[in-house]
């Protein structure tokens, strides 16, 4: 459950564009009490243990990531077999892996 609503969150805070922010005031002060929230949650996720699972550029590891894609080699920042894009960040319990992280790897 706690995963869906930071999972919420990142998508909520992602999906402002910095002009609308600049535009707009109430929508920067809901961006804002967002943003704080977002960072509460996190906090309180280190405090017990958990640790996000954010993979970009890294070597794919199937204990800690599940690949929902591939990347062509040639269209990809990275060398074969590193992670490339993170759909879904994943979640460790004290180092123990209890939700991977959805990534793209490259071919």
Do not use: C, W
């Not at 459950?1 to 909520?12: C, P, S």
């Not at 002009?19 to 920067?28: C, F, G, I, P, V």
């Not at 992670?83 to 071919?107: D, S, T």
């Amino acid at each position: 459950f706690f995963f869906q609503v930071a999972d919420i969150l990142d998508l909520a805070v992602g999906a402002v564009k910095k002009e609308d922010l600049d535009n707009n005031a109430s929508l920067k002060n809901l961006f804002e009490g967002l943003e704080m929230t977002r960072t509460v949650l996190q906090k309180t996720f280190v405090k017990h243990g958990l640790k996000q699972i954010s993979p970009e550029g890294e070597k794919f590891d199937p204990v800690l990531h599940e690949a929902v894609f591939q990347i062509p080699k040639d269209q990809a920042k990275f060398e074969s077999g590193r992670v490339a894009q993170v759909i879904k960040i994943g979640y460790a319990l004290q180092n123990r892996p209890i939700r991977a992280a959805k990534v793209g790897v490259v071919q």
